[in-house]
């Protein structure tokens, strides 16, 4: 049996990502594509628009065939972390040959050369991107700088090196190499050459948009003939069905939750998950409780921190992510449990297959979850889900909120079964 695993948000899923997984599928001769998607938080620091179980479903009707969750704790982390996550979860079900990934170059062995660059970490290498660092540069830039500088490669010049290293899913695909790397897996990786129109582009263009794109298009004019264009249809129909109704759903909705947050005097900010000691005074010297969002992330960022950065800074704040949870979870070597969020009713000899193959349980029920991590004395598995399932009632407390609707409970919600492309 042939499964290929991919690494995704999917926010929303749309004709690019359906590419994407047809390409896999080719690539890899997969007999079945196995996702590993984040909750309902996202990578750059903000909740998805829509929910895990509909994103989730949207996958399994347009090409995946089955969905597992990338646990709160890594899916909101820095690109090394989800990417570590994401693999480390691949790697511990067992049985899957391939990762396929997105990427702006077809040049995979640069990549890869690059990858083993930056898994290895020459001491030059360390000592110049803290000069660079120390000079008030962004991390992602004075990465690129140092690694060009640094690396020499016969083939690839320094600013053809320095380009690469400056794209955004060619940085996701250098994280999913080193993790393949620093985790000893036998996973192989597979590149695709994206085909939309660039992650940060944010006008739709035919047939395939960014992600970006479409949120900003449903943002201010809803489901449109245009936005129906870039999308597969099953996808569209559930964004007409829940647009104002159950999304879209942004940051500025959990802005009252974290400025409680941020009144606790008592609370230390760099006990957070990637929040410096500058980064804390930054936040506390420049907060006012008269500021929108938007308003408040802007007086923080400058050259040192991207937008990103303090996104997904503020983000922890809210969720309550600390650094030394990270620390802990990374150091156990392991992803604790495995849970299921949907799947194509066709894939059941996938699921089977896996049960005996992985490492580590794969849930289908929270309950029963917790209950057999607490018996098999897994604490910290225990603790990792937990932190999913608050996670996952917040973002439903501020979707009930706003749209007067009924939240979903995550004790009572079950996997999506996808069945001839309806759910």
């Not at 029920?365 to 608050?390: F, H, T």
Request: glycine share 4%; aromatic share 10%; hydrophobic share 35%.
């Amino acid at each position: 049996m042939k499964i290929t695993g991919v690494i995704a948000e999917y926010n929303p899923f749309h004709n690019g990502h359906r590419h994407h997984l047809e390409e896999a599928r080719k690539q890899t001769s997969a007999d079945y594509i196995l996702v590993v998607m984040n909750g309902d938080f996202m990578q750059r620091g903000c909740p998805s628009y829509w929910n895990k179980y509909t994103r989730a479903a949207m996958a399994v009707a347009n090409g995946a065939d089955a969905v597992i969750e990338l646990p709160v704790l890594y899916g909101t982390a820095s690109a090394e972390f989800f990417a570590l996550g994401g693999v480390r979860l691949l790697h511990q079900l067992g049985g899957i040959q391939h990762l396929s990934f997105g990427c702006e170059t077809n040049r995979q062995n640069i990549l890869q050369s690059i990858a083993s660059f930056l898994k290895e970490e020459p001491e030059s290498y360390r000592i110049h991107l803290n000069q660079l660092l120390s000079q008030g540069i962004s991390f992602p830039k004075a990465r690129a700088i140092a690694v060009s500088e640094i690396l020499s490669l016969h083939d690839c010049t320094r600013q053809e090196l320095e380009a690469i290293l400056n794209q955004p899913n060619n940085i996701l695909a250098l994280e999913y190499m080193k993790a393949l790397l620093r985790e000893q897996s036998p996973i192989t990786p597979v590149s695709c050459l994206r085909t939309d129109n660039g992650y940060h582009r944010s006008n739709l263009e035919r047939y395939f948009s960014s992600a970006t794109a479409i949120r900003k298009e449903y943002d201010n004019h809803g489901c449109t003939e245009q936005l129906r264009s870039v999308l597969p249809e099953t996808v569209y129909q559930v964004l007409e069905t829940e647009y104002n109704q159950r999304s879209p759903i942004q940051m500025k909705d959990f802005y009252p939750l974290l400025q409680y947050c941020l009144w606790k005097p008592e609370m230390n900010l760099t006990d957070y998950l990637d929040v410096s000691e500058d980064l804390a005074n930054r936040i506390r010297s420049v907060y006012r409780p008269e500021q929108s969002y938007q308003e408040f992330v802007e007086a923080i960022a400058n050259k040192q921190y991207t937008y990103t950065r303090i996104y997904r800074c503020l983000l922890h704040i809210l969720l309550d992510i600390r650094a030394t949870e990270m620390s802990r979870q990374l150091a156990s070597n392991s992803m604790h449990y495995a849970r299921l969020l949907a799947f194509r009713k066709e894939s059941s000899p996938m699921l089977r297959h896996l049960q005996d193959t992985s490492s580590i349980p794969i849930i289908t029920k929270i309950s029963d979850g917790i209950r057999n991590l607490d018996y098999a004395g897994d604490s910290m598995g225990v603790k990792l889900l937990e932190q999913d399932i608050a996670a996952a009632h917040l973002y439903e407390q501020v979707i009930a909120n706003r749209y007067q609707v009924s939240a979903i409970n995550e004790y009572t919600k079950g996997v999506v079964i996808v069945n001839n492309g309806y759910f």
